[in-house]
């Protein structure tokens, strides 16, 4: 059993979000460009969290991304 910790899972989750998840949001038109918004504004809040080391930050950028599902 291996523990991920805060600074392995907020990056993987910033990958997944930007990966799989907003490049299937920006292929589907305007309509889907507010989601897309959202979700660039969550990376740019989990980078800067990240950047500054803020923990309490990172943790809700770690809850806030693990919310977008495809």
Known sequence: ?????????????????????LSVYLTIGPEA???A????????????ALAEGDVVAMIAALQDLMGYEL
């Open 33 to 35: 460009m507010p989601a």
């Open 37 to 48: 918004a959202m979700m660039r504004w969550s990376l740019d809040n989990a980078a800067k």
């Open 1 to 21: 059993m291996t523990t991920e910790t805060l600074g392995e899972a907020l990056p993987r989750e910033m990958a997944r979000v930007r990966d799989e998840v």
